[in-house]
């Protein structure tokens, strides 16, 4: 067996998620569908480098699978991108080493979030960009990004259900960007590993700080709290990213 590393894209609206399900359309099943077109009808499964929930994108999403027999990459990247549907694309495939991981040899994720925040709202962003229609100060959320960074507990930004019982990682990047027209915000997020739905509840946060509903200085306190209740909002999944996946 040949093992492959993969970097797809895909536009989130219409799966629900990456990880296969019993019911429901996911990426992992569209993309392990075609990889058994290709083998003859034998089945492949692929790792990917986490999960992606219903509604949310990726530009940089890494998988790693074992086939056969070694094909040519850009050949095997074109069968891959021509025949998985249209909303998967396959940027690039590269030869892996036999004991790579997807998941587990992650050192490093980088996540978009874009809020619209525009009035009234863009009908052509209503599932690629969260909705804000509120005030907002974005000096004040740019006064609390400085408290994400570093090693901390992320307890109060890890929805339940999620099964990781270590709540610790390190943020090394959390930047807010605003396009020209001032009509959209992004979000800029990386770190070593983020806790699920994180991403969305950090933004939940952050848009409230910026609306006066929660102190600017109050992230170490909602960290300290290790309590999901003292922090804001779960932000809505279309507007989050993954865009790019780090190994050593």
Do not use: W
Request: proline residues 5%; charged residues 25%; glycine residues 8%.
């Amino acid at each position: 067996m040949v093992r492959y590393k993969a970097v797809i894209a895909y536009d989130g609206t219409n799966f629900n998620g990456f990880q296969r399900q019993p019911n429901g359309r996911t990426v992992q099943a569209e993309v392990e569908k075609t990889l058994q077109k290709m083998n003859d009808g034998r089945a492949i499964t692929i790792f990917g480098s986490g999960r992606t929930d219903a509604g949310v994108h990726a530009v940089g999403q890494v998988i790693h699978f074992d086939y056969p027999q070694e094909r040519p990459l850009e050949r095997m990247r074109f069968a891959l991108d021509t025949q998985t549907p249209d909303d998967i694309a396959v940027s690039s495939v590269a030869f892996a080493a036999d004991d790579f991981h997807a998941r587990y040899h992650v050192v490093e994720k980088t996540y978009h979030f874009k809020v619209q925040i525009v009035k009234p709202r863009s009908p052509f962003r209503r599932y690629y960009a969260a909705y804000y229609p509120y005030p907002l100060d974005l000096e004040l959320i740019r006064r609390a990004l400085p408290d994400l960074l570093g090693t901390h507990d992320f307890t109060s930004f890890c929805a339940t259900g999620g099964s990781i019982e270590d709540k610790v990682r390190t943020i090394y990047q959390a930047d807010l960007e605003v396009n020209e027209a001032e009509t959209e915000l992004t979000f800029i997020f990386r770190g070593n590993g983020f806790l699920f739905k994180m991403i969305r509840i950090l933004v939940g946060t952050l848009l409230k700080i910026g609306n006066g509903r929660i102190p600017a200085d109050s992230i170490p306190a909602i960290i300290a709290a290790k309590d999901r209740n003292i922090a804001g909002p779960t932000a809505h999944p279309e507007g989050l990213y993954l865009v790019e996946v780090k190994y050593e």
